[in-house]
């Protein structure tokens, strides 16, 4: 059987699974691309750390140029995190004459049409289906099973730390630096976990995908974005009092002044598919004009998931798959964007509002004065008796749908507002 080298660079927990999965089912692999996938290299820092599989002799070196200046190896999966050396060992590859599988969605997201326009003046390809959640296949399913369609939105869940914090309030009504805590305790956030819970690694992942759904040509931080890393555990529980469950929500949906782009904590209905993903899980709901409305669910990380997804890039970049879509597809190409992002202010949807007010009469119509003032109407309001004796109680509003700018305003007037006490919490709702 024809045999296709392969190297790894960085042998970490990823790095270390796609090892074991070319290693030790090597005719499973070979089964599906036609030729024995042979590990001829795997390049790390450190020689003497241990590692998670067992490599034949002479496949570990520290030395990048142990695989740059082997012509016979073919393709590379690239599985350092960051951006440099990232950034630099990717166009060095490429240069030498590899075709290069990566998981680094930071790198892909900051440094795109760099990489991609390299890759192709030099004729190679890039694979990247384990960069956006993990052991799903959505890289897939968008850019060539869904060709047929015009994706019309698609809504996702796109971070297994914060869904797995989320969850936890849910399930034990735990404040949120205990379930952090937990979740460091068990391995599913990061010792500074920033970037999961602020919506900076969800925003990343959506702007990868809505560049391949929708030809969308923006910086992930142009994407408006807040996180759960201030979500009040009170916010949790009114939401499940009223039927819903907090989730972190990455939006891209076509709307009549462009693409509509978000990441932010939202109250989603009990029921719907997205309300129930629990723990360290992702899903994407997508809905095409053609095929309607698709659900994808899965491990979004972890070792073998994400190593699944490399090895199957790995297979389609040595058949020879990968080279005709990456040409077809032209990604983070010179080309035009198809569609550019729609005005944040403009976006529109239904509103979940908390404020702590005095407890005294003509406090809610001063509420809903605010709320008149930029036409949101009410659909409905909650509150609760203080808990504490003081002369302050929480008012929870959820309004029928209204503009996310209308909706700040009339925030901001609220805030103004003598009877109030703190900031009003403001959350949007999928029903």
């Not at 993990?134 to 971070?159: D, F, K, M, T, W």
């Not at 937990?182 to 702007?207: C, F, I, S």
């Not at 509509?260 to 629990?278: C, D, K, Q, W, Y």
């Amino acid at each position: 059987m024809e045999k296709t080298k392969v190297a790894i660079i960085g042998l970490g927990t990823v790095g270390s699974g796609v090892a074991r999965l070319l290693l030790d089912f090597g005719d499973r692999t070979g089964r599906h691309a036609g030729r024995v996938l042979w590990l001829e290299k795997a390049v790390v820092r450190d020689l003497s750390k241990p590692r998670d599989c067992d490599l034949p002799k002479g496949v570990l070196t520290e030395e990048l140029d142990d695989v740059i200046d082997d012509h016979e190896i073919e393709v590379v999966a690239q599985l350092i995190g960051g951006l440099e050396p990232a950034r630099s060992i990717m166009l060095r590859l490429l240069e030498s004459g590899k075709d290069v599988v990566t998981a680094n969605k930071a790198l892909l997201a900051e440094h795109g049409p760099e990489i991609f326009d390299r890759a192709r003046e030099l004729g190679r390809s890039v694979a990247f289906e384990a960069s956006v959640a993990g052991g799903i296949p959505i890289i897939a399913n968008i850019g060539q099973c869904l060709s047929a369609n015009q994706i019309e939105s698609l809504h996702g869940i796109l971070n297994g730390t914060s869904n797995f914090i989320l969850s936890k309030m849910h399930e034990e009504g735990s404040a949120y630096q205990e379930v952090v805590a937990e979740a460091q305790r068990l391995g599913y956030a990061e010792a500074d976990p920033a970037m999961d819970v602020d919506g900076t690694d969800a925003a990343q992942k959506l702007a990868i995908l809505a560049h391949l759904a929708f030809g969308a040509r923006v910086h992930w931080d142009e994407i408006p974005r807040s996180g759960i890393d201030t979500l009040d555990i009170a916010d949790v529980r009114y939401a499940q009092e009223m039927g819903y469950k907090i989730k972190l929500l990455a939006v891209a949906q076509l709307v009549d002044d462009g693409l509509e782009l978000h990441v932010s904590p939202t109250l989603v209905r009990n029921g719907r598919p997205l309300a129930e993903v629990g723990g360290p899980y992702n899903a994407i709901r997508v809905v095409g004009d053609a095929v309607g409305e698709l659900m994808f669910y899965g491990p979004g990380a972890g070792q073998m998931p994400t190593a699944s997804a490399v090895v199957a890039d790995i297979i389609d970049t040595a058949v020879g798959r990968t080279k005709i879509t990456f040409s077809t597809l032209e990604l983070w190409s010179n080309q035009s964007a198809r569609v550019n992002p729609a005005e944040y202010a403009n976006a529109r949807g239904r509103f979940y509002i908390r404020v702590n007010v005095e407890d005294h009469p003509g406090v809610l119509s001063q509420i809903t004065s605010a709320l008149g003032g930029e036409q949101i109407s009410i659909s409905s309001v909650l509150q609760h008796e203080t808990e504490t004796g003081e002369d302050v109680v929480p008012l929870v509003i959820m309004t029928h749908e209204t503009t996310e700018g209308a909706a700040e305003k009339a925030c901001q007037q609220i805030n103004a507002l003598d009877c109030v006490r703190g900031e009003a919490v403001r959350l949007w709702v999928r029903d």
